[in-house]
């Protein structure tokens, strides 16, 4: 498959930029423990919700269920941080995942890995995808080791340290079309997502990229999506993240 280049991918690989990240990512935990975020949500069956099913399931029962799925994935020897660390070896739903580097840079890159109840999550997300004729995910990174990861680690980090998230940079459709977050979806700090007073884009491929992630949310797919509302670091992606022992929902 000829890869090709998405907007603001390269400095994705910087490490002042990981470190911009971490402090994001701390910025966005403790946003999610307050319930008095307006985006964050507490329902009743939380526990029951795909990724709160997905985030707490053993190893073991995780790689049954990517066996069951019929699920191609490679497991990897060593990951820091990360608790059954994995690499997709196939589509899901006909979906590729992959992230913005050459394929070749791929097979050993540690942005690649993932862990596998991630895996889960992005199946069911695959198959939204596939609804829409997406034939491919672009994403900035999955797994990025903490400054504090050390090797024989398997204590399970959150976020990007444990395999937890991913960062979507852009979807192609079958028809070659390319639906790229920076490009399709304005930032607008502050802006509502999803459901009423819901920002709405003009541009169609725009319009497309928030029903998928409004999807995912209703879905209940992933406990943080995160969005060019969220703030200035999230204008190029959209961060979708499991959470184990989780009950809440936080969407920005």
């Not at 603001?8 to 002042?16: C, H, Q």
């Not at 596998?116 to 939204?128: E, G, I, K, N, T």
């Not at 639906?179 to 541009?203: N, S």
């Not at 995160?226 to 936080?250: M, S, V």
Request: hydrophobic share 45%; net charge neutral.
């Amino acid at each position: 498959m000829t890869p090709f280049a998405v907007p603001g991918a390269r400095r994705y690989i910087s490490t002042d930029v990981f470190a911009r990240l971490a402090g994001i990512a701390l910025g966005t935990a403790l946003l999610a423990g307050s319930a008095a975020a307006d985006p964050l949500t507490i329902p009743v069956d939380g526990d029951r919700s795909p990724a709160s099913r997905y985030a707490n399931l053993s190893n073991e029962d995780a790689f049954a269920a990517l066996a069951e799925r019929s699920i191609a994935f490679e497991r990897v020897d060593s990951a820091p941080g990360v608790r059954a660390p994995i690499r997709l070896a196939g589509p899901l739903h006909g979906v590729w995942i992959h992230s913005a580097l050459p394929e070749e840079a791929r097979k050993s890159t540690p942005f690649e890995i993932l862990d596998a109840r991630l895996a889960l999550a992005l199946d069911d997300f695959a198959a939204v995808l596939a609804r829409h004729d997406v034939v491919e995910l672009v994403h900035f990174t999955m797994y990025r080791p903490g400054d504090d990861a050390r090797e024989g680690d398997t204590s399970g980090k959150a976020r990007h340290p444990g395999g937890m998230a991913i960062d979507v940079g852009a979807l192609r459709k079958r028809s070659g079309a390319l639906l790229t977050v920076q490009t399709h979806w304005p930032a607008a700090i502050g802006a509502r997502t999803c459901g009423e007073g819901g920002r709405h884009l003009p541009a169609r491929r725009g319009r497309e990229l928030l029903s998928l992630a409004c999807e995912a949310k209703d879905l209940r797919l992933f406990h943080v999506i995160l969005t060019p509302h969220f703030n200035r670091a999230h204008r190029d992606h959209l961060h979708l993240e499991i959470k184990p022992e989780t009950k809440w929902f936080l969407l920005e």
